[in-house]
Nanobody
Framework: QVPLVESGGGLVQAGGSLRLSCAAS????????MAWYRQAPGKQRELVAG???????NYADSPKGRFTISRDNAKNTVYLQMNSLKAEDTAVYYC?????????WGRGTQVTVSS
């Protein structure tokens, strides 16, 4: 098991910023891939951004240019810096980790953007 602890969600006005963090524990080896997904009410969960252990990133089209994913391998922590937030970014954001061929999910953190 790889427990994931997310933090940083909240309520923000459109145009504002938030930074999400997700810390993984219980790993003996490098975590292959860390990512953030989100799920808005009535919609499917979708990838926001991901990052490999080598720092290679991938982004969905919607947040590209506004969001930045990064990680601290020493702390097994992944971050999502979200700028220029829009009402359509409102969702529950989930941390995702792929470790030794297993996938792990965080419990989610609510991000609400008021217009």
């Amino acid at each position: 098991q790889v427990p994931l602890v997310e933090s940083g969600g909240g309520l923000v006005q459109a145009g504002g910023s938030l930074r999400l963090s997700c810390a993984a524990s219980g790993t003996d080896f490098s975590i292959n891939y860390m990512a953030w997904y989100r799920q808005a009410p009535g919609k499917q969960r979708e990838l926001v951004a991901g990052i490999t252990s080598d720092g290679v990133t991938n982004y969905a089209d919607s947040p590209k240019g506004r969001f930045t994913i990064s990680r601290d391998n020493a702390k097994n922590t992944v971050y999502l810096q979200m700028n220029s937030l829009k009402a359509e970014d409102t969702a529950v954001y989930y941390c995702y980790v792929r470790y030794r061929l297993q996938a792990y999910w965080g419990r989610g953190t609510q991000v609400t953007v008021s217009s």
